[in-house]
């Protein structure tokens, strides 16, 4: 029983570190790094807060040094998902009647273990399992995650004081309900605290989970596990089942009690789930919220009164962070005549700057794509353009597996706007340039807008007001993040809320209430105090 409307702390973004050398927080993370190094570990499936194992055993490498086993983790199979499916049964019936400042408190203390205890642990494992730089495993796995689980208590507290108006004799409310049944959460490998949010996000609003990590970061995401179980999350809250393939959702989403699906991953897997919970409507209790963010082919728009450097360098950070391995990466550039000289002196300078390398070298820029699926994917966008009449390889373009999957930042330009690298999502290090003719600036926003399916994010360069203006209203249904003299990459929680629609998601903005708001069922409830005696209206008398 609650005696007492207790009010969630506000909010605030958790301080990036810089660890920079000499730093106290660049040795402490440098000495976790070895340990998780060195120490070989195996996963299990997790069911009642409970480890599970299984007959299939698969291993967890570094992206960057392949050759090195992290650990080994138990593969789910559908038998095992139908357990986790009655855990989460069994859970809701406590879970969803708790209240809320409770369920609230959990996930504020799991924010301060992140923060403390365990940032150079999920910071270490993202590094080593992602092959994350300490400066992008900063950002992603310790500070966004940590916003997510701050904020987000914050929005649920936002969600449940909006009420309706009451009229003379009658007290209206509306209770924000979880949802009946079960949510199934898939998540990415890309980002940790995309991973935690997926699950967290529902799981705050009395809802329970059956959580499909990727096995491509079940190291990060198995430390995300023991960290929400030390911060108090009950049994069946959340049930970690690390699988790999179709036939796993598939029949995770056969079940009646399917009531949500929570995704991030590619635009052609969303679009099959999609598909398929429509086959089976007829089965379900209720109908299954989706909501999910997919692929983008995010561009930067350049006018010719940008500043070149501020263009240069959002290019390559935008570009080739995280080896450009975000949904929300730079992958497509429009560049004005006027400029392109200039603009290409500095890039083909400062990219090959860049070092490309293992991220336990503090030094390096970029580390290895995931794996390699991935890297056979990209080099063959990058030695297809190296053949191609109508494109170029600007700088970059070498790619190397022989102990990590390593491609160079790479910058293609084309002629043709309809090129492959300019309309398909690549998720890698590449950036094509199209250079457009200063006096076809609305021309181009045009072909800008119309040439990808995916509609993420995007930007616009310039110190025009008019040309940002022209833009802003050209490119409206291009991007769910859109920024202007800005790296399209790095959306902050609290500040610009993520997601995009098109082919990119349902742009349900992760990092708001809007996110929150899809995992409840509202009930009104009316009460009227002086209910009427007589079923007569006065319009019925003589």
Same mark, same amino acid.
């Given at each position: ?68 086993? @992290?650990?080994? +983790?138990?593969? $789910?199979? *559908?038998?095992?998902?139908?357990? !986790? &499916?009655?855990?989460? =049964? ?88 979880? @949802?009946?049944? +079960?949510?199934? $959460?898939? *998540?990415?490998?890309?980002?940790? !605290? &995309?991973?935690?949010? =997926? ?344």
């Amino acid at each position: 029983m609650l005696f007492g409307n207790f009010n969630i702390p506000q909010p605030y973004n958790e301080p990036v570190k810089n660890y920079a050398p000499g730093s106290q927080e660049r040795a402490s993370l440098q000495k976790k790094y070895q340990e998780l190094k060195q120490e070989k570990i195996e996963i299990p499936m997790v069911i009642d807060n409970t480890a599970h194992h299984s007959q299939d055993i698969r291993e967890v490498r570094c992206p960057h040094d392949h050759q090195h086993v @992290l650990a080994t +983790f138990h593969h $789910a199979s *559908t038998q095992d998902a139908q357990k !986790a &499916i009655d855990s989460c =049964l069994n859970a809701r019936k406590k879970w969803s009647t708790t209240p809320f400042h409770h369920r609230a408190s959990i996930f504020l203390k799991a924010a301060e273990l992140i923060s403390t205890k365990y940032r150079d642990v999920l910071n270490a494992a993202t590094m080593l399992g992602q092959s994350k730089t300490c400066h992008q495993a900063e950002i992603d796995a310790a500070c966004e995650f940590i916003d997510f689980l701050r904020f987000n208590v914050k929005y649920a507290e936002q969600i449940y004081q909006d009420q309706p108006i009451s009229s003379q004799g009658i007290w209206n409310c509306l209770e924000y309900r979880p @949802l009946e049944g +079960f949510v199934l $959460a898939i *998540t990415p490998f890309n980002f940790t !605290a &995309i991973a935690g949010n =997926l699950c967290i996000a529902p799981a705050m609003m009395g809802n329970v989970i059956l959580w499909k990590p990727s096995p491509k970061s079940i190291f990060s995401s198995h430390f995300l596990m023991q960290i929400l179980q030390e911060a108090g999350l009950p049994k069946g809250v959340i049930n970690m089942l690390p699988a790999d393939g179709a036939e796993f959702v598939q029949e995770v989403i056969k079940s009646r009690h399917l009531s949500g699906i929570h995704f991030t991953g590619s635009t052609s897997v969303f679009r099959a789930i999609w598909k398929a919970v429509g086959n089976n409507i007829d089965l379900y209790d209720s109908y299954p919220r989706i909501v999910g963010e997919t692929g983008g082919k995010d561009f930067m728009f350049v006018h010719k009164s940008a500043n070149v450097q501020a263009v240069a360098t959002a290019m390559i950070r935008g570009a080739f962070e995280f080896q450009g391995q975000k949904c929300s990466a730079a992958s497509r550039a429009y560049i004005p005549q006027s400029m392109w000289s200039q603009l290409k002196d500095i890039l083909t300078a400062e990219v090959p700057t860049i070092k490309v390398g293992d991220v336990e070298d503090f030094s390096n820029f970029m580390g290895a794509v995931i794996d390699d699926l991935s890297y056979q994917k990209i080099s063959g966008y990058i030695d297809r353009a190296k053949k191609a009449e109508d494109c170029e390889v600007l700088v970059g373009g070498n790619c190397d597996n022989s102990k990590g999957y390593f491609v160079e930042p790479t910058i293609l330009v084309t002629q043709n706007p309809q090129y492959e690298t300019m309309v398909q999502e690549i998720f890698g290090p590449v950036l094509t340039v199209y250079v457009y003719a200063d006096d076809k600036y609305e021309e181009t926003l045009e072909l800008c807008g119309s040439t990808s399916e995916y509609g993420l994010t995007g930007g616009i360069f310039a110190s025009d007001i008019y040309a940002v203006e022209t833009a802003y209203e050209n490119l409206r249904d291009s991007a769910g993040n859109f920024y202007i003299n800005d790296k399209v990459t790095g959306a902050v929680v609290g500040q610009q809320p993520f997601g995009g629609g098109r082919g990119s998601g349902t742009n349900d903005k992760a990092g708001s209430y809007l996110n929150l708001i899809r995992w409840v069922s509202p009930r009104s409830i009316k009460q009227a105090f002086c209910p009427p005696t007589d079923y007569r209206y006065p319009f019925l008398g003589n």
